[in-house]
């Protein structure tokens, strides 16, 4: 696990140290190619439009997880950003999370 900021260092270094700006991640497959990251790791310096930890963002209410284990979001921009700057529908990943759908099926 590594900390997160919402907002990145290098563009907001004045929230660097806001409570509200941090995140627990994992380590995203640090050190692997870029094709293999997600999470943090892949995100770098790119904004996000939605803060997972911000109530008034509601990402809750515009996220899902498929059975195939996708995950989606109603949200096009939000969409994008987890598919390309977050790459959280990896192979890999989306076969760990199929893979635990069905031990409960």
């Avoid at 929230?15 to 293999?36: I, R």
């Avoid at 892949?42 to 996220?63: F, M, Q, T, W, Y």
Wanted: with cysteine; charged share 25%; hydrophobic share 35%.
């Amino acid at each position: 696990m590594k900390i997160e900021h919402w907002h990145c260092r290098a563009n907001y270094s004045a929230e660097q140290l806001d409570y509200s700006n941090l995140l627990g991640a994992c380590l995203g497959n640090e050190g692997s190619p870029g094709k293999d990251q997600h999470c943090d790791s892949r995100k770098g310096d790119r904004d996000l439009s939605r803060n997972p930890a911000n109530p008034l963002h509601r990402v809750e209410d515009v996220i899902q997880f498929e059975g195939s284990g996708r995950v989606a979001s109603t949200d096009p921009v939000f969409e994008a950003e987890l598919n390309d700057v977050l790459n959280l529908n990896v192979a890999f990943l989306t076969a760990q999370r199929r893979a635990i759908l069905e031990a409960f099926n």
